[in-house]
């Protein structure tokens, strides 16, 4: 299977930057479409950003403009950086992984968070 390490949440003012990184490691057939999530107490999980292994990205229109994501596919791993941060983008930031365990088991794996506090 495949373990998510995420690492980069912390507290920022409004208008500040963060990046997050998720580094992707595990025996795996494939990874394709990368991406991260956030929730916000009281709030169900909702898309912040994708990016396919080809590097086409798809963004919640809250962030677009602000946010940027990539990915290294040499090293698993995606980034999200995060600039003009809002108090409203304060929430619990998930990195996603889809793709395949072996050519015939999906994949659809969840890291365990990062806080992502903006104030005002």
């Known amino acids: 299977q495949v373990q998510l390490v995420e690492s980069g949440g912390g507290m920022v003012q409004t208008g500040g930057s963060l990046r997050l990184s998720c580094a992707a490691s595990?025996?795996?057939?494939?990874?394709?479409?990368m991406g991260w999530y956030r929730q916000a107490p009281g709030k169900q999980r909702a898309l912040v950003a994708t990016?396919?292994?080809?590097?086409?990205?798809n963004y919640a229109d809250s962030v677009k403009g602000r946010f940027t994501i990539s990915r290294d596919n040499a090293k698993n791993t995606v980034y999200l950086q995060m600039n003009s941060l809002k108090p409203e983008d304060t929430a619990v930031y998930y990195c996603?992984?889809?793709?395949?365990?072996?050519?015939?088991?999906?994949?659809?794996?969840w890291g365990q968070g990062t806080q992502v506090t903006v104030s005002s």
């Open positions: 996603n992984t889809k793709g395949f365990v072996t050519p015939w088991i999906p994949l659809d794996s």
């Open positions: 595990g025996s795996v057939f494939s990874i394709n479409d």
């Open positions: 990016i396919t292994r080809g590097g086409s990205t």
